[in-house]
């Protein structure tokens, strides 16, 4: 297989795959959407976890762990909720294989052991999760219950991409329960700001915090926030969203709580959500045709080390440098792999940590030795500097945060010359098709409306921005009065 | 709900329940053999895991995850693998649910969303990693693959138990490839010696390390090793196994390697993994009475500090001391929970405290502010004394360590003494009938006599330890010759 990529100007999806699949991330298996995270894939996946997961804590919520399978009668109870996601589910209806009697050395279902009730395969933990909370609340004294659970989800998807959608994916759901609407309408809009700050602070991804419509929104919720960023080929990406629930599940579930005048009262809810769908969105952010782009503050190793020699004595002797370098890029909590193999040239190094986004790569031979220097290499701008010995280490985390913050700037100056203001619904369509990006139009607040524009170009509405002017205007498709403009584009 | 708990000499069983429920570590969920690992429960399995997960990464593992579903035709694959998890499988027939016409607002499966090919909810992972492995193994160059993955696993099983033994659980499996036999049995034995580590070191529970017997090896390993640990109620507990697994699914998984010389072999295997079952040996290791001991090295806070006090303005002055003493303790990396709840009196807190294991409870009231000083009081002994504040972190410290050296050697000294040796079947029987714990014997080697033995007194061989004396002896129950003693015991 070549190690080159498609170029994204020719085919941009085929790039995304090929990326994914030669910078070692992940690839497809042999079960139907589900995929494989590869050891590199996932240790960029762990860092994004560590990450939120100290930001969730920091926030008041602990971690804990509900079953996989809800049962059916349980899945049904919320009746949106069941509805938006019934067509999707993988359902256990047996426990036990035997042997078949027909293939000796197979097997097959044990027709006896069929289960009394079907078990579904969560896509999403509210139900079985409220069905438990019944149990923890009695009182506002075991309010408000603010938990979160790091878990596998299945949702039956026919067309598939890696990390982007697949049938099987890895997320956290928070889950959390309050005595008063605004409690839980404040917890939900917290959360979409956590994933914000992720986003940006290390993601350094730009993206638009809103509310879903109607139409768009989670089943069975009142609200949905999301943020939603712009891909490189101007199409939308959902990263996160956060859902206040109202009293639904409660009700469902019956969940009931003692106010503090001793009455009974329904507890509102909140659930938020963010996927291994955010290594499709990091991956689409920052890379080049050379392959993959890492901002340093996710990237599983910071700095890579390659030696450059003829001799074994060469090798040694830069071997005593580079261990003085990675201990002093260490202990200012610097991440640094030294790519001692001998089983690869330093091209095929170079080419892979190339592919791979290391963010910097420092190269070291003979002639530094004697002249007391290393070549640094830098991803995000494939710019290279010679640079004493006595700096490395004040310059490698230097050049560091300032890639951190290019790649954000970059990225932000890309999305923000592509949120295009639109007033006819002819331009509507010419800015979509040559342009894309965001559009930022006004709308009657039609589900109509909404699902007629989504007939005719395929671009949803993203959100409704919660900064946004009020600004009297005319619905770009219908003419009908509009209060504020909301984003269009075109989605993954 | 009473919070006293059973006491361990009338029912060992009822009081682990009792336990487990009252201290907020689990409970039953509304799916047949499901556990909901509740917040606290779940802080101490976060602590197991951060720490195994180090080790296995100074040891050279990666992580990464691969799919819970295993489509029937892989999962056959490996005979003796297949065979022994066959009656014990999930399994996926369908992949949509619809509204059932019958009953408005419910619904059932989709007759027409049959699946072609059933898919099991992984019991464990080899089947679908090796299948995966084939792709990524050509040359003795991509050899070794040293593989971790962190998830859920199902395993239908009739009589369940929290923690000890449940339908899904949480585990890590490793997974790796290698070269040659010997660099397999290596890593296999390294596996078991971190296990071994962690479980001495960190939850103060000495293990002995041995081979099973044939018949109680993992379906499809040529060898397996373990590490065996011992509750308080005599009963012996295997609390982590590592499997040397040959070329067996290399064989079942055509995964080959073009060696050194050029010329083709299949490639070596082992498994490995420890589950959220060490959680009950954990509780059943070093708890109590009056409700769960923790070892400071896993407990989620290892110090608590309760105030005492009468008015807001004695509470404001404690909570001024409070705050030095806990920055001091951060500073040394002690973990500690300020309980300034004004729900609950400092009795109730002290009970729950004690209940939920925290190592040391520290109060503080107008008295000590006079005096300079504060209450400790230690979970193990539960023993209190007056601690001036000047040597307060040094002394919580030091009782720390010194609490986790003497869980450790309490437990290490209960589980030697309950090592038995015996020559005779009749000393057999009245040993495991009396005093329980292992026995250690002679056996001649043959599956027959162990099952035999099995039936007779439900004991079972735990493992034919790595460090044994040779001596020649009889077999407790044929007479037949014998080179070593063996253990045996009753087993959860």
Redesign the interface.
Known sequence: MSKKLTPRAEDYSKWYNELVVKADLA?N???RG??????YG??IW?KMQATLDKMFKETGH???????????S???AE?KN?EGF??????????????DPDRP???R?DPEAKLEE????RPTSEA?IW??YRNWIQSY?DLPIL?NQW??V?R?EMRTRLFLRTA?F?WQEGHTAHETKAEAITEAKLMNQVYATFAENFMAMPVIQGVKTESERFAGAEETFCIEALMQDGKALQAGTSHFLGQNFAKAFDVKFANKEGKQDHVWATSWGVSTRLMGALIMTHSDDFGLVLPPSLAPNQVVIVPIYKSEEEFESISKVVNTIVSNLREQNISVKYDYRD?QRPGAKFAQHELQGVPIRIAIGPKDLLYGTVEIARRDTLTKEIVSLNDLTATVKQLLEAMQKSLFAKALHYRDSHITEVDTFEAFKTVLETKGGFISAHWDGTNETEAKIKELTKATIRCIPLERNEEHGACVLTGKPSKYRVLFAKAY
Do not use: D
Request: proline letters at 5%; aromatic letters at 12%.
């Open positions: 690839e298996s042999a079960v589900c995929m494989v995270i590869k050891p996932y240790a762990e602990q971690n804990a762990y509900f079953p996989l399978f809800v049962p059916k349980l899945f049904e009746e069941a019934a067509k999707e589910c993988a359902i256990v209806t047996h426990y036990r294989l035997q042997t050395g197979k097997l279902v079907e078990l579904i395969v079985i069905n438990t004294r938990i878990a596998n299945v039956w099987e890895l089983t």
